[in-house]
């Protein structure tokens, strides 16, 4: 089977497993047991991978908060700045395109008596579709703003925001600003200086690291952030999330982040490379597919792609998504159909976008990883192309 659905999580890399390994069964001890050398050990990996990652970022170390993964650290940020006694008000800022476990938070403060403003975003049929105008931040900023949320990446389309922008205008009217940086983190260079964020989320499940572990970088240089504890006990990570640090856990996002670090320009390159050929097959040998989302050679104003460069999201028209889903056999992707299976509405991103509910259920998203070879495209863009045509037939 071919798995090319590397948007929702990717196969844990044998480095990394090598590397965690030690801390289930020799190095067991806990980070916060004092006085023996097991906890000690336990301490200074935790300690390490905390350092290794910040330099990773271009962040300091006790700047890296870990958590349970970037619904946590979304979490953490939003609801912890909202929360925080001395804010500048109850008004927040975001995007109609943003994750879930961004959206959902600030649904949650809505009902609770915050205001949330969502931008829009280019839409379908631009060649920049997707793409977040700084100019729409700007716009929707107050006096009461108390915090902007805004994706590095998207989950489903790719399109690479233009953080470095936004951040100068939140600085500028003094907001803090989070990334929900979960896609982008090991994809594409990031660095929290350059892009100058104030809270960023990423995870290791996306890239090549275990599941259930992920980290909130908080500035400290000032303007420093303050923000309310979501998760309170034993008072670890100096307060700011309290329980047992998941030492294997931080140990392999350390690592994982530091492999795709070490191989991220040959990586864009060779992913950029392998998704372009799929668009190329699959929009020759299937009669009215289009594209969703930005241009693949679209650029952003640094010179860099304005799309993942493993990203491709594609809409077949007359097509349902779930049941070409199923038609595809050993090839592990995802549709736009259905953005959860406890919703089956379809994707609200596609949606933000202009597409219409039939063409959104009518959309794949493929996504390359560090374990996909050249060869897979061939099979990929044969598989979608038979199925599609199949399902067509039978209407
Ligand atoms: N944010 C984005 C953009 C994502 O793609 C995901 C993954 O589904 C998340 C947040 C949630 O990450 P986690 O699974 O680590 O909670």
């Given at each position: 089977s071919i798995y090319l659905d590397n948007h929702a999580t990717t196969r844990v890399d044998p480095r990394v497993v090598a590397a965690m390994l030690p801390y289930f069964s020799e190095q067991y001890g806990n980070a916060g047991s004092v006085g023996h050398a097991f906890g000690e050990a336990a301490r200074n990996a935790v300690e390490q991978s905390r350092a290794a990652i910040a330099a990773s970022i271009g962040a300091e170390s006790e700047e890296i908060v870990f958590t349970s993964g970037a619904t946590e650290s979304n979490n953490l940020a939003i609801r912890g700045i909202a929360e925080r006694a001395k804010r500048r008000g109850n008004h927040l800022v975001s995007v109609r395109t943003e994750h879930k476990a961004v959206l959902d938070p600030l649904a949650r403060l809505s009902r609770r008596g915050y205001e949330v403003t969502l931008v829009d975003v280019e839409s379908h049929g631009s060649p920049r579709a997707g793409w977040l105008d700084p100019q729409r931040v700007a716009d929707a900023?107050?006096?009461?703003?108390?915090l902007v949320s805004v994706m590095l990446?998207?989950?489903?389309?790719?399109v690479i925001q233009p953080l470095g922008e936004i951040a100068a205008i939140c600085r500028q009217r003094g907001v803090a600003l989070h990334c929900d940086a979960t896609q982008g983190v090991g994809k594409i260079p990031v660095d929290v200086r350059e892009l100058g964020v104030d809270l960023m989320s990423f995870t290791a499940h996306k890239m090549y690291g275990p599941k259930g572990v992920g980290a909130l970088y908080m500035r400290r240089s000032r303007p420093a952030v303050r923000l309310e504890p979501q998760i309170t006990g034993g008072g670890q990570q100096d307060g700011v999330r309290s329980g047992t640090l998941n030492v294997a856990g931080i140990v392999g996002l350390a690592t994982a982040l530091q492999c795709c670090v070490e191989e991220l320009p040959t990586e864009m390159k060779r992913l950029t490379e392998m998704r372009n050929q799929l668009w190329v097959r699959l929009h020759t040998r299937i009669a009215g597919v289009e594209l969703c989302g930005?241009?693949?050679d679209e650029r952003a104003?640094?010179?860099?792609?304005?799309?993942?460069?493993?990203n491709l999201d594609v809409a077949f028209g007359d097509v349902d998504g779930e049941a070409l889903l199923l038609a595809m056999g050993n090839l592990a992707v995802s549709s736009g159909?259905?953005?959860?299976?406890?919703?089956?509405?379809?994707s609200h991103v596609l949606l933000s976008l202009g597409l219409t509910e039939d063409l959104a259920r009518s959309t794949l998203r493929f996504g390359f990883g560090r374990f996909n070879v050249a060869s897979e495209v061939e099979i990929a863009a044969e598989t979608v192309a038979g199925a599609v045509e199949r399902l067509r037939g039978l209407r």
């Amino acid at each position: 089977s071919i798995y090319l659905d590397n948007h929702a999580t990717t196969r844990v890399d044998p480095r990394v497993v090598a590397a965690m390994l030690p801390y289930f069964s020799e190095q067991y001890g806990n980070a916060g047991s004092v006085g023996h050398a097991f906890g000690e050990a336990a301490r200074n990996a935790v300690e390490q991978s905390r350092a290794a990652i910040a330099a990773s970022i271009g962040a300091e170390s006790e700047e890296i908060v870990f958590t349970s993964g970037a619904t946590e650290s979304n979490n953490l940020a939003i609801r912890g700045i909202a929360e925080r006694a001395k804010r500048r008000g109850n008004h927040l800022v975001s995007v109609r395109t943003e994750h879930k476990a961004v959206l959902d938070p600030l649904a949650r403060l809505s009902r609770r008596g915050y205001e949330v403003t969502l931008v829009d975003v280019e839409s379908h049929g631009s060649p920049r579709a997707g793409w977040l105008d700084p100019q729409r931040v700007a716009d929707a900023l107050r006096d009461d703003t108390a915090l902007v949320s805004v994706m590095l990446a998207n989950n489903e389309i790719g399109v690479i925001q233009p953080l470095g922008e936004i951040a100068a205008i939140c600085r500028q009217r003094g907001v803090a600003l989070h990334c929900d940086a979960t896609q982008g983190v090991g994809k594409i260079p990031v660095d929290v200086r350059e892009l100058g964020v104030d809270l960023m989320s990423f995870t290791a499940h996306k890239m090549y690291g275990p599941k259930g572990v992920g980290a909130l970088y908080m500035r400290r240089s000032r303007p420093a952030v303050r923000l309310e504890p979501q998760i309170t006990g034993g008072g670890q990570q100096d307060g700011v999330r309290s329980g047992t640090l998941n030492v294997a856990g931080i140990v392999g996002l350390a690592t994982a982040l530091q492999c795709c670090v070490e191989e991220l320009p040959t990586e864009m390159k060779r992913l950029t490379e392998m998704r372009n050929q799929l668009w190329v097959r699959l929009h020759t040998r299937i009669a009215g597919v289009e594209l969703c989302g930005p241009g693949l050679d679209e650029r952003a104003v640094g010179g860099g792609p304005l799309r993942l460069p493993g990203n491709l999201d594609v809409a077949f028209g007359d097509v349902d998504g779930e049941a070409l889903l199923l038609a595809m056999g050993n090839l592990a992707v995802s549709s736009g159909a259905a953005c959860s299976s406890t919703d089956p509405s379809p994707s609200h991103v596609l949606l933000s976008l202009g597409l219409t509910e039939d063409l959104a259920r009518s959309t794949l998203r493929f996504g390359f990883g560090r374990f996909n070879v050249a060869s897979e495209v061939e099979i990929a863009a044969e598989t979608v192309a038979g199925a599609v045509e199949r399902l067509r037939g039978l209407r």
